[in-house]
């Protein structure tokens, strides 16, 4: 199976980053699409743009720092993952 990765960012703020993020994100979830969308941004921004079903008690900073992916992911309604 092929892998896309896309990395949206700008050092301008307000730009649309995340606004940019969440859509096709969501269009590829609602399909059963898998694969997670990652927000670096110490604003959880994307988190806003859909329900979150399970919220994730870790986050990106306990990934880089400890390599344990457990309890960094939440869960979206629709199936999306987001770290
Ligand atoms: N294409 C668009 N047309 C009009 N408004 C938009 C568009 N894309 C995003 N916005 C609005 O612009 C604002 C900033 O969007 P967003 O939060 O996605 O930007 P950002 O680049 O992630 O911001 P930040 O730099 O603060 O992280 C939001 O209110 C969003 O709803
Ligand atoms: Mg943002």
Redesign the pocket.
């Known amino acids: 199976m092929q892998q896309l990765t896309v990395t949206i960012r700008?050092t301008k703020?307000?730009?649309?980053?995340?606004?940019?993020a969440a859509n096709p994100g969501g269009m590829l979830a609602d399909p059963g699409q898998r694969g997670p969308l990652i927000d670096a941004?110490i604003?959880p921004?994307l988190s806003s743009y859909y329900p979150i079903e399970e919220t994730a008690e870790q986050g990106l900073t306990q990934l880089i720092t400890t390599g344990e992916i457990a309890d960094c992911i939440s869960k979206t309604a629709i199936g999306m993952m987001i770290l």
């Open positions: 700008s703020g307000g730009v649309g980053k995340a606004t940019f941004d604003q921004t």
